[in-house]
């Protein structure tokens, strides 16, 4: 019988975190599960100690590497690690965050006791006492412990709503929906893999229902050579963001059918980001316009 989880942890020159993560999935209470590591074409030790792990757990643990081994960037090894999976459940970890013991045991529960979902995730705690920072625990989501319909949560969690979006290390997703969507777009690679996970969660929202759980089942590592703090650093957050949007304007606009709202949404932030100057005036007199109506309306 195949196993009923496969986990993708893919890794790119990792060395240094990457045994804590590996020991994370191994130390899980649920154990009927299958470990991807996916070689993104490293250059460190990385790739000797994930191959020392298939050794050493040669039932539980398999390499995957590109051909001639290529680095070819986040979405295109996620894809890799998704092909090659065969749970009925798919869960990824990145190769410097780390799973509490009941990581896949927990969420595999909310699962079953809602057959539709398509994915589960939980509170985030982002963790930077690990090198001597303070940690912030961070909701995933704009509402908590209650099945979400699609679209709802395209319209209220990050890029287009204001919620906070999950972690991809701390995602269980159903297999054959991950397939069904085209898993991750390949397109997103080099300073633009700070969207691939957005672009991925845009394609499941729109047909999926979604959870967000109180539960807290990842330490999410926050460290310089991380993709959001390079992309960060180089200065190209804007460009990335507006390839992005320009992405999700044509993947919605050969979508047979998708919700007004969702398209009102992204007219909407699109205008927004197109006209900063404006918003930011309006932001300044929205209070100027509450107390204006106020005294207004106290004097009828």
Known sequence: MPPRISVVMIFFNSERYIKEAI????AQTFTDFELLLVDDGSTDTSTAIARDYVDRYPTRVRY??????????????????L??????FVALIDSDDVWRPDKLAGQLRIMELHPGLGMVCGTVRYWESWAGGEDRIV???HVQDRSIPAPEAMLRVYPLGTATSPCPSDLLMRR?????IGGFEEQFNGPRQLFEDQ??????YLVAPVYFSRNIWLDYRQHADSCVATVSRSGQEEEVRR???????????????VDIRVRTALARTLWRDRHPHICRIWRLADPIVARLR???????
């Open 64 to 81: 995957l590497e590109h051909e001639r081994h290529a680095n070819r960037g986040m979405s295109a090894t996620r894809n890799l690690g």
């Open 199 to 204: 672009a991925f969660l845009a394609k499941l």
């Open 294 to 300: 106020l005294r207004l309306g106290s004097r009828t």
């Open 139 to 141: 909701p995933s989501g």
């Open 243 to 257: 390839f992005f949007f320009q992405w999700l304007v044509n993947y919605i606009g050969q979508q047979p059918e």
């Open 23 to 26: 020991d994370s999935v191994l």
């Open 176 to 180: 054959d929906l991950m397939t069904s």
């Open 83 to 88: 092909r090659n999976a065969v749970g009925e």
